[in-house]
C-alpha cells in the first residue's frame, strides 16, 4: 500500500530531504549517531506524538483544529494512573481512557457543528476542561505500580542483540496505517478532504457533512486518549502537566509534513515525518550535550516558518505556471465569435 | 447516465404548472408555467430579480412552493431538499463551480457515490468508469489530476458530467458560463449540444443573449415573477425578447427633456484604454470629460459595474492602461482613486456602502477621513461638513448623528452621495444609484447629477433604468457580453437606441 502513495504534495517531499538532511548532517557531526538504535530511539521517544499528530491532521485536514489533544493526553495519564492505584483491571482502564477520548471528542464535534462554533473556541474550551480536569483528580503526579500495567509497558520486540521497539512503536505504526487507510480508501476520509476543500461543494454534492465534522473530532479525541495511553506506558505515571504544550507540537508537525491549515490538502504521511523532523533535531541537541532544550524549540519553529514560506512559494509558483499555460493556450485559438454567429444561423 | 423511462424527442419531461413562491410581503413567482421536452435546450430568460433563480430553486428543492404542481415523467414531485430532488433525477450546474479543487477530477465526478470493493474505495474502477464518462461527453483530461489544475471551463463541463451521471434526463444549467471567455463558452456549448442530441431536458440560464440563441431551441421569459410566454427561439427576434424581458414599448418621446446643455470642457480627465480582465470586461476603451455625464447601458452581468470597479481599483485589470488626467496608472486601487479624486457609489449600498451602525455625520465622514489620512478630522468640521451636505441633499433626519441604518433607502442613497461628495471629486461613478428608493428621491438624484455636472464635475453614470439614463446622461455606451458594442451622442440617445444596441442592432 505504501509503494502506491506516490508524494505528490510537494512540501511532504521537502520535508522528506529536510529529514534526510538532518539525518545526514547528525552522522557527520556526531559518532554513533548513524546506527539502529538511533534510529530506533527516535520511533521511541516519538510514538506517542506520531499518533496524536495523525489524529488532529484529521481535523486540519477539514479545515478545522484541536487544540485540547496535549490536555487530553495529561487527562488520560491521570485517569489510568487514578483508576490503577484504586486497584482496576489494567484492560479495563485502558478501555475506560479509550472511551473517555472518544467522547469527549465526540462532543466537541457536536458543539462545533451544531451550535456553528469556532474549532478554536471549542477545542480550546476542551483543553481549560481537560488541564482542569487533571488537578481536579491530583494536584501531585501519580506513580502506576501496577504489575499488568508494567508488564505491557516493558514489552519488547527485538529485531536484534540489543536492537528493540517497544509496544508503543507497534501501536504508532499500526495507527499510521490505519489513518492512511481511513484517509485514502474510505468514504469518510475522502469526504474530509472534500470538506477541507470546499465546504460548500460538498454540502452541494450531498455528502454526510455534519457527520464527517463530528467523527473527525471524534477521531482525534480517541487518538489524543491512545496517545495518553502511551505516554502513560512511557513515563509509569500521571501529571496533569504531562504533555504540557504537545497539541502545538503536534499541529507543528503536520504544518512541516506538508499539511495546510487551511484544509484539504496534505498526506496523512506528513504528521509521521514532521514528528521524525522534530525528532531529529531533538536528539542532535541531545548528542550536543552543552546545548539547552530550549535550542530544539527554537529550530522547530525556524523549521516550521521555513516549511510555510515553502509552500506559499510553491503554491504561488504553480498559480504563475497555471494562468502562463492557460494564456499561451487562449492566444493560439482563433477567437470564437465566428463559432457563435456560426451556431446561431 | 441512469435509467430514466424512455422519451421520445420533444416529449414533456419535466412540467411546472400555475407555481407561486410567496415570500413574507413579495410574490416572488405568480403563476408561472414551465415545461422541459426531452432533446430540447429551453432557455429561462428576465432581469434580475424576475424570478428565475426563485424558480429554479423551486424546482431543484432549495425552496418549497406556495402553490401550483411539479412533474418529473408524469409524476407529481416535491423535492424538499437539494439531496432530494439530486436523487429524483434533476441536476443542476451552478453558476460557480461547486466542486472540491482540491480533489481528482475522477474524484469529484464520484465522490459520495465511489465504486466499492471489499468495503473499500475501488480507486482503479473510479479512474476507469470517469476515463469512459468523460470521454463520451468528449472531454478529454487526466482524471487523476486533481480538479484545481484544470482552467474554470473544464471544470465546469467536469460538473456537467457529474450532473449528467446522476440526472434522470434533466440537466439544470444556471448561468455556467458566467466566468467562462468565448472559447470556453463554445466547448461547453458543443457538451451541451451533445447531451441535447442524447435527448436530455436541458434548462439553460444565462445574461448573454448571443448565448441564448447560439445554443436554445424554446425560450420562456419571467417579468417581476410572472410568466410572460413560451416561444420558440427561431421565431422570437432579439428585439422582441429584450422588449419582453423589460416590459417597456419604448416610445417615449421627451428623451430630451432634462438633458443638459453640452458645454462640457474637451478636457478628458479619465480615460480608459483596451481595458481587459479576464472574464469580467474585455478591450473596454473610453473617456469621461469634466462636465460630462457619460452613462454606461447594458443589461446586467453585460460588464457594466465591472468598469467601474475596474476603473476604481476595486479589481485589478490584466491589460490596458488607465489614465488620469495625464498620468498612466498601471495599477488603480482604491485609495490612489480617491487620491486622484475619484468617487465610487457603490451598487449595493448594504453590501458595500452604507456602515449601518456608525450615525449619519460619521458615515459621511468616512471617505474624507480616509483621503486625510490618520489625523482625525476635528469635530466642529465634521459637523459643518455634515451640515452642508444634509442641507444640500435635503437628507431628511431629525438629527445627524442618527444612526444611517435607520434612514429610508432613498436618505441612505443621499448620504452615501454625500459621503463622496464631501471628498471633493473630479469624477464620480454612480453605480444604481436610484435603486429600490421612491420616485421623488429619484427625480432629486438626476437632478443633482446634471448640475453637479454643470458645475464642472465629471460623472459616470449606471443604471438600468433606461428612462434615467436618457434624461441625465450626455454619452452613453452600451455594453453587451462584457464588449461595449456601441455608443449614442446627441438625439441618437433614447431607450428604443439602448435596446436596439443591446439586442444586437444598430442605433438610428
Redesign the interface.
Known amino acids: 500500500m505504501l509503494a502506491k502513495l506516490r508524494i505528490k504534495n510537494t512540501a511532504l517531499a521537502a520535508a522528506v530531504g529536510i529529514f534526510a538532511i538532518l539525518f545526514i548532517a547528525g552522522s557527520v557531526m556526531y559518532p554513533n549517531f548513524l546506527s539502529l538504535r538511533v534510529l530506533l530511539n527516535l520511533l521511541i521517544n516519538n510514538a506517542y506524538m506520531i499518533v496524536l499528530a495523525g489524529g488532529v491532521c484529521f481535523t486540519i485536514l477539514t479545515g478545522g483544529i484541536d487544540l485540547s489533544i496535549g490536555a487530553v493526553v495529561a487527562m488520560t495519564s491521570m485517569i489510568a494512573a487514578s483508576l490503577l492505584r484504586s486497584g482496576m483491571n489494567a484492560y479495563l482502564v485502558i478501555a475506560i481512557c479509550l472511551l473517555t477520548g472518544v467522547v469527549f471528542g465526540t462532543v466537541q464535534g457536536l458543539l462545533i457543528q451544531y451550535f456553528g462554533l469556532h474549532p478554536w473556541i471549542v477545542t480550546l474550551a476542551g483543553m481549560f476542561f481537560a488541564r482542569g480536569a487533571c488537578y481536579l483528580i491530583s494536584v501531585e503526579a501519580i506513580p502506576i505500580k501496577n504489575q499488568a500495567f508494567y508488564n505491557i509497558s516493558q514489552f519488547k520486540l527485538y529485531l536484534g542483540p540489543g536492537r528493540f521497539i517497544s509496544l508503543n512503536v507497534i501501536v504508532a505504526l499500526v495507527f499510521l496505517a490505519l489513518c492512511l487507510y481511513l484517509a485514502k480508501f474510505t468514504k469518510f476520509g475522502r469526504t474530509t478532504y472534500a470538506l477541507g476543500g470546499n465546504r460548500q461543494s460538498a454540502l452541494l454534492m450531498g455528502l454526510p457533512v455534519a457527520r464527517t465534522k463530528i467523527l473527525v473530532y471524534t477521531f482525534s479525541g480517541f487518538s489524543a486518549t491512545l496517545s495518553g495511553l502511551m505516554f502513560t506506558l512511557y513515563t509509569l505515571s500521571g501529571y496533569g502537566l504531562n504533555a504540557n504544550g504537545a497539541e502545538m507540537d503536534a499541529i507543528a508537525a503536520c504544518v512541516i509534513g506538508g499539511v495546510s491549515l487551511y484544509g484539504g490538502i496534505g498526506s496523512l504521511f506528513g504528521p509521521f515525518i514532521g514528528v521524525l523532523v522534530a525528532g531529529v533535531i531533538r536528539t542532535m541537541v541531545d548528542f550536543q550535550g552543552t546545548l539547552s532544550s530550549w535550542w530544539t524549540k527554537i529550530f522547530v519553529g525556524t523549521l516550521m516558518l521555513f516549511c510555510i514560506v515553502l509552500q506559499a512559494v510553491i503554491v504561488e509558483r504553480e498559480k504563475a505556471r497555471k494562468a502562463d499555460a492557460q494564456q499561451k493556450k487562449r492566444k493560439k485559438k482563433e477567437p470564437a465569435p465566428a463559432e457563435l454567429a456560426e451556431a446561431k444561423s | 447516465m441512469r435509467e430514466t423511462p424512455t422519451v421520445k424527442k420533444g416529449d414533456v419531461v419535466l412540467s411546472m404548472r400555475h407555481i407561486a413562491k410567496y415570500f413574507p410581503g413579495v410574490k416572488a413567482l405568480d403563476d408561472v408555467q414551465l415545461d422541459l421536452r426531452a432533446g430540447e435546450v429551453h432557455a429561462l430568460m428576465g432581469e434580475n430579480g424576475a424570478g428565475k433563480s426563485t424558480l429554479i430553486k423551486v424546482m431543484t428543492g432549495v425552496y418549497e412552493r406556495t402553490s401550483g404542481t411539479v412533474t418529473l415523467h408524469g409524476q407529481d414531485i416535491n423535492p424538499k431538499t437539494?439531496?432530494e430532488a439530486?436523487d429524483l433525477g434533476i441536476s443542476t450546474v451552478?453558476q460557480e463551480?461547486?466542486?472540491?479543487?482540491?480533489?481528482s477530477v475522477a474524484?469529484n465526478v464520484y465522490?459520495?457515490r465511489?465504486p466499492m470493493r471489499f468495503g473499500?474505495?475501488d480507486?482503479h474502477r473510479m479512474n476507469a468508469d470517469a476515463v469512459k464518462l468523460l470521454e463520451s461527453l468528449d472531454i478529454h483530461v487526466d482524471v487523476t489530476k486533481t480538479l484545481d489544475?484544470y482552467?474554470v471551463s473544464v471544470q465546469q463541463m467536469i460538473a456537467i458530467a457529474?450532473a449528467v451521471d446522476m440526472s434522470a434526463g434533466v440537466l439544470i444549467l444556471d448561468e455556467p458560463t458566467s466566468s467562462l471567455?468565448?472559447?470556453e463558452?463554445?466547448q461547453l456549448?458543443a457538451i451541451i449540444r451533445h447531451l441535447r442530441d442524447q435527448n436530455m431536458a436541458i434548462l439553460f440560464v444565462t445574461h448573454f443573449m448571443?448565448?441564448v440563441?447560439?445554443?436554445s431551441d424554446r425560450i420562456t421569459v419571467l417579468r417581476n415573477g410572472r410568466y410572460i410566454g413560451e416561444y420558440l427561439a427561431k421565431d422570437l427576434p432579439e428585439l422582441d425578447l429584450v422588449t419582453k424581458m423589460i416590459g417597456q414599448k419604448f416610445v417615449d418621446a421627451n428623451t430630451q427633456a432634462h438633458r443638459p446643455s453640452k458645454d462640457y470642457s474637451t478636457v478628458r480627465f479619465v480615460r480608459m484604454e483596451d481595458i481587459s480582465k479576464r472574464g469580467l470586461v474585455h478591450d473596454f476603451s473610453m473617456a469621461v470629460r469634466a462636465g460630462e455625464v457619460l452613462g454606461l447601458a447594458g443589461l446586467l452581468g453585460s460588464g457594466r459595474t465591472e468598469v467601474a470597479e475596474l476603473l476604481f481599483g476595486v479589481t485589478h485589470f490584466d491589460d490596458g492602461v488607465i489614465y488620469v488626467g495625464n498620468d498612466e496608472v498601471k495599477r488603480m486601487n482604491p485609495r490612489k482613486a480617491l487620491a486622484d479624486q475619484l468617487g465610487y457609489c457603490s451598487e449595493d449600498r448594504k453590501v458595500s456602502g452604507i456602515v449601518g451602525d456608525l450615525s449619519i455625520r460619521e458615515n459621511i465622514m468616512l471617505s474624507l477621513q480616509a483621503k486625510k489620512g490618520l489625523r482625525r478630522i476635528p469635530l466642529k468640521k465634521q459637523q459643518e461638513v455634515a451640515q452642508k451636505y444634509i442641507d444640500l441633499l435635503d437628507i431628511k433626519t431629525p438629527s445627524m448623528e442618527k444612526k444611517i441604518g435607520d434612514l429610508s433607502g432613498g436618505n441612505q442613497q443621499k448620504v452615501l452621495l454625500a459621503r463622496w461628495l464631501a471628498t471633493d471629486p473630479k469624477l464620480l461613478i454612480l453605480d444604481e444609484p436610484t435603486r429600490g428608493i421612491d420616485i421623488n428621491t429619484k427625480r432629486e438624484i438626476e437632478n443633482l447629477i446634471v448640475k453637479l455636472s454643470r458645475q464642472g464635475m465629471a460623472i459616470i453614470f449606471i443604471s438600468s433604468e433606461y428612462e434615467e439614463m436618457v434624461r441625465t446622461c450626455d454619452r452613453i455606451i452600451v455594453l453587451r457580453d462584457r464588449h461595449a458594442v456601441g455608443e449614442l451622442t446627441d438625439n441618437q440617445i433614447s431607450q428604443d437606441n439602448i435596446m436596439k444596441v443591446i439586442a444586437g442592432g444598430v442605433a438610428q
Open positions: 437539494p439531496q439530486q451552478y463551480v461547486n466542486l472540491c479543487p482540491n480533489l474524484e465522490i459520495g465511489q473499500q474505495i480507486w489544475s482552467s457529474r471567455d468565448s472559447n463558452v463554445a456549448f448571443d448565448q440563441y447560439a445554443i
